[in-house]
């Protein structure tokens, strides 16, 4: 009776996506962007409750007349998260990050640097054979407009995302796992933003491989539907993260087991 269940669920999150997927491409798009984005995380352990994290992200994009996902340099990041694990089914987060949005006429793009602070909360559905979690973020964004004056945006997103493990019931060391999330995004009215409350709607669904328990790897689709005043946009995007934990303790444990061989023979 649970696997009945379990698939029932899949069959019911796939369909939802599947549905939202038809849903963002039905609108009349004037626009469409290949992109690349990639993104390096580096996380920290401090105790059994708390964790810090920094990312380095990065996006490329093409053009209108050109597909080439790497013409442009759109955008660089770089962010401070602090993470406190309140229960097995509760992470509650906060970030701060410096967005340096580059000057990109080729698609409709003004330099608009941008200091942005988050709050974030992820519920965890803890299911056999895979996992399904929320996820609740409010972001207060501080970023400069085309009259070179700096406005102030909130933006709410909530995401549900879904984790599949392909050749394990469980993610450990060697695992392949599936992705699929879907997010969408609510923004209060600005020059820089538009003054559309609905900001975006984004899909994405891949794969990911555990190297180790603290090396790990993702590579998704990403498709991005904008509604805006000057027409919608629509991007198609391919998405690498690359993640560390505790990448300085485990470094220096392997300095100290070259420098001491001893030590590990007598454990």
């Not at 994009?61 to 998260?81: A, C, D, K, P, V």
């Not at 995401?159 to 879907?182: E, F, M, T, W």
Request: net charge positive; proline share 2%.
């Amino acid at each position: 009776m649970l696997s009945k269940s379990n698939s029932k669920s899949k069959v019911t999150i796939f369909r939802c996506l599947f549905v939202i997927l038809l849903i963002t491409n039905s609108y009349g798009q004037n626009t469409t962007y290949n992109q690349f984005w990639n993104e390096i995380q580096f996380n920290q352990t401090l105790s059994k409750k708390w964790a810090t994290e920094i990312d380095f992200a990065s996006a490329y994009s093409g053009t209108e007349s050109s597909s080439n996902l790497f013409e442009n340099t759109i955008q660089r990041s770089i962010r401070g998260w602090g993470h406190y694990y309140f229960s097995p089914r509760w992470k509650f987060s906060a970030f701060i990050a410096y967005f340096n949005n580059r000057d990109v006429p080729e698609i409709g793009q003004f330099e608009s640097p941008e200091t942005r602070f988050a709050l974030q909360g992820i519920y965890y559905f803890h299911k056999t054979g895979y996992t399904l979690s929320t996820r609740m973020r409010a972001e207060f964004r501080h970023m400069r407009n085309e009259d070179d004056d700096y406005e102030n945006v909130f933006r709410y997103r909530q995401q549900i995302k879904y984790i599949q493990p392909i050749n394990s019931k469980i993610l450990r060391s060697g695992v392949v796992y599936a992705i699929a999330s879907d997010e969408l995004y609510f923004k209060s009215g600005a020059k820089v933003t538009g003054e559309s409350f609905f900001d975006r709607n984004r899909l994405n669904i891949g794969a990911g491989y555990l190297f180790s328990d603290d090396i790990q790897v993702e590579l998704t689709y990403c498709n991005e539907y904008l509604p805006r005043n000057s027409g919608n946009q629509t991007t198609n995007a391919a998405s690498l993260t690359l993640t560390f934990n505790n990448l300085i303790r485990n470094l220096k444990k392997k300095i100290e087991a070259k420098k001491h061989p001893e030590m590990k023979d007598e454990e």
